[in-house]
T-cell receptor, first 118, second 116 residues
Framework: AQKITQTQPGMFVQEKEAVTLDCTYD???????LFWYKQPSSGEMIFLIY??????QNATEGRYSLNFQKARKSANLVISASQLGDSAMYFC???????????????FGQGTILTVHP | GAVVSQHPSRVICKSGTSVKIECRSL??????MFWYRQFPKQSLMLMAT?????????EQGVEKDKFLINHASLTLSTLTVTSAHPEDSSFYIC????????????FGPGTRLTVL
């Protein structure tokens, strides 16, 4: 079964508008972390935002915010005031804190290609 | 954020040759590094976990004799693709785990391997 699911292969948004990229996850581990990364065409993975499973508040980093709905096991990324430079592939990832040799291991979703139109 | 470098950024080789990719953590010591493989427009697939001073842990389906991993120091892990074939052509990305920062992985810029 997929541990991380991103159901939107592609998304389009108008410049300056907000966009939400969906991510759902599946884990029985009570302690885990959720990450969002941006991957432009150059291939580098750029860290955007992190949410810990015990964090009470939704994470925010500048124009990025994470809509964390723990009961629904969803961790959607909201990008406000989209810019042309936001066009890229976006990945949601989960770290399960089972410990041992698997600590730190990330499982990635399929990714969403975001295109920002002028 | 922390800096992780990868070398080379691009490599083209003939079928049957071996290729070594280096991953360096430049400003922190990384006990654990990860190697991923990514095909165009697809997700990152974890190949193996590299632990300094011990054998790498490979994911199911990844041939350990094909993809040799060495993590000889706290700042360097290497991936060697042995006897490369065209199907090994891919984008290889490494990351270094920094346990003090939310267990965050810092990614290298990737290496694009093309096997002719």
């Amino acid at each position: 079964a997929q541990k991380i699911t991103q159901t939107q292969p592609g998304m389009f948004v108008q410049e300056k508008e907000a966009v939400t990229l969906d991510c759902t996850y599946d884990t029985s581990d009570p302690s885990y972390g959720l990450f969002w990364y941006k991957q432009p065409s150059s291939g580098e993975m750029i860290f955007l935002i992190y949410q810990g499973s015990y964090d009470q508040q939704n994470a925010t980093e500048g124009r990025y915010s994470l809509n964390f709905q723990k009961a629904r096991k969803s961790a959607n990324l909201v990008i406000s005031a989209s810019q042309l430079g936001d066009s890229a592939m976006y990945f949601c990832a989960m770290r399960e804190d089972a410990g041992g040799t698997s600590y730190g291991k990330l499982t990635f979703g399929q990714g969403t290609i975001l295109t920002v139109h002028p | 954020g922390a800096v992780v470098s990868q070398h080379p950024s691009r490599v083209i080789c003939k079928s049957g040759t071996s290729v070594k990719i280096e991953c360096r953590s430049l400003d922190f010591q990384a006990t654990t590094m990860f190697w991923y493989r990514q095909f165009p427009k697809q997700s990152l697939m974890l190949m193996a976990t590299s632990n300094e001073g011990s054998k790498a842990t490979y994911e199911q389906g990844v041939e350990k004799d094909k993809f040799l991993i060495n993590h000889a120091s706290l700042t360097l892990s290497t991936l060697t693709v042995t006897s490369a074939h065209p199907e090994d052509s891919s984008f290889y990305i490494c990351s270094a785990l920094r346990t003090s920062v939310n267990g965050e992985q810092f990614f290298g810029p990737g290496t694009r391997l093309t096997v002719l």
